[in-house]
């Protein structure tokens, strides 16, 4: 069983009361209108008198999750797929403590006036962007190294080689996309907010060196399959959906990496067009391509292929 095994089941039944919590928000007045980000000064009392964003936040609040590496493995021996959840976990560790602070920052600021991100109280409305970024950024990581994980894992059993191309190099690169991308890339998310210009050059190199890693992983879950005989397998065609919307996601990603160009095509549909390539669909294929993969191993039964195509 996993260590702690009742503390992990209370995560988990905690996600079902953070899951009331956050539907509750939509029936309460008319619901809440924030955004997802939950910026201040549209999640503030001016703009909602109900309980209706205090939901929203006490549900963040309640998601929280727990997970243990397996003891007695030599990490550079360690299959990709928990080489990837082991960084996930420390950045889950790292993040969502962050994430706590920020969201009880604007609780307190939407109830008991606490003006540390009101400008007219001495604060800085920076802060909350700054904070909220500090945990957004390696979220969205946290969401992608696990799926990255299942595409490697099942293209290494696809290829029939005994391990992955360069599976030393794509665990230095999980490291580094884990180190670079909750450390130094938080700030690409607030050129608007007028920053000098030596931090935005700043972040925009940081954020176009995470690109380097990134395309490690990609061109060795690639090259995995060269010169090997494979088949458009169900998988097959999941995890090569995958790689064509990462890739596509993330050319666009060095695009807006650019401090200059950013501020032009901030607040358009291409930004939206980046994150929803990488994670929206192409996360979502990665999980299709890891549901096809183990179901038939947990339940016994097998999905039917052509619908799964």
């Known amino acids: 069983d996993m260590a702690f095994s009742r503390m992990n089941n209370m995560s988990f039944w905690l996600l079902f009361l953070s899951l009331m919590l956050l539907l509750s928000s939509t029936l309460t007045g008319s ?93 800085d409305p920076n802060l909350y962007q700054l904070l909220f970024w500090l945990f957004g950024h390696p979220e969205v990581y946290i969401h992608i190294l696990p799926v990255f994980g299942i595409i490697t894992h099942y293209i290494n059993q696809e290829s029939g080689k005994n391990e992955t191309f360069g599976s030393l190099g794509l665990i230095y690169a999980i490291i580094s996309i884990g180190l670079l991308g909750f450390i130094v890339c938080w700030g690409q998310h607030m050129f608007m907010v007028g920053m000098d210009v030596d931090t935005r050059a700043y972040f925009t190199a940081a954020t176009m060196i995470i690109a380097v890693p990134t395309g490690i992983k990609v061109f060795s879950s690639l090259a995995s399959l060269h010169g090997v005989s494979w088949k458009l397998t169900t998988n097959m065609l999941w995890s090569l959906g995958f790689m064509f919307l990462f890739i596509m996601g993330g050319m666009s990603g060095i695009t807006l990496a650019n401090s200059s160009l950013d501020i032009v095509i901030h607040n358009t549909y291409y930004v939206v067009a980046h994150f929803h390539y990488v994670l929206s669909m192409g996360a979502v294929f990665a999980i299709f391509s890891g549901l096809n993969q183990w179901y038939s191993l947990i339940t016994g039964y097998s999905l039917n292929s052509e619908w799964m195509k």
């Open 31 to 123: 619901a809440t209108s924030s955004g997802w980000a939950i910026y201040p000064s549209l999640s503030s009392i001016m703009f909602h008198s109900t309980s209706s964003t205090d939901l929203l936040i006490f549900s963040s609040h309640l998601s929280t999750i727990s997970q243990m590496p397996i003891s007695g493995t030599q990490w550079e021996k360690m299959p990709l797929f928990l080489s990837s959840v082991l960084m996930t976990m420390f950045l889950l560790l790292l993040s969502l403590p962050v994430l706590a602070d920020v969201i009880t920052m604007l609780l307190t600021h939407c109830n008991f006036n606490v003006s540390s991100i009101d400008p007219s109280g001495g604060g």
